[in-house]
């Protein structure tokens, strides 16, 4: 019962009529799963919550067996030690626009890092094409 409450408080509390369009969450940093994907500790709930945030409007490249070049897995590397390198450097990393991600388990939203949004920063930098989730994402081999 107790996962059942907090699943239905979390849709509650990133529901549009409950303003999380416009909430500022300040969450634990847990790990940077990949340079689009941020693991958290979500701190609003009276459980203990373990989230993977997508970061709004990018894709960077996969890593492991998922990546279908080694240029691919070149870049998911550089781009998980830049995106950890800011986090750690960090005064303030904030999540706002939460909504769930098309595939569900988890969140999508922009991240700012010291009030400079993480999406720019990584298509500023190389480390990320731009994906609206929409369309199939573009190859990082070809």
Request: hydrophobic residues 40%; negative net charge.
């Amino acid at each position: 019962m107790k996962l059942t409450s907090i699943i239905l408080a979390f849709f509650l509390l990133i529901s549009p009529a409950y303003g999380a369009k416009d909430t500022i969450y300040h969450w634990e940093i847990l790990e940077v799963y990949d340079g689009d994907t941020i693991k958290v500790k979500a701190d609003f709930l009276p459980e203990e919550l373990k989230l993977s945030v997508r970061v709004r409007g990018v894709d960077t490249g996969e890593k492991g067996w998922r990546a279908k070049c080694v240029y691919e897995t070149e870049m998911s590397s550089r781009a998980i030690k830049f995106v950890t390198r800011l986090i750690a450097e960090a005064k303030e990393v904030t999540f706002t626009n939460i909504e769930w991600d098309k595939y569900g388990g988890r969140v999508v939203a922009d991240v700012n890092i010291d009030g400079v949004g993480l999406t720019e920063r990584l298509l500023n930098t190389g480390l990320a094409h731009a994906y609206d989730g929409k369309v199939a994402k573009g190859s990082w081999c070809d």
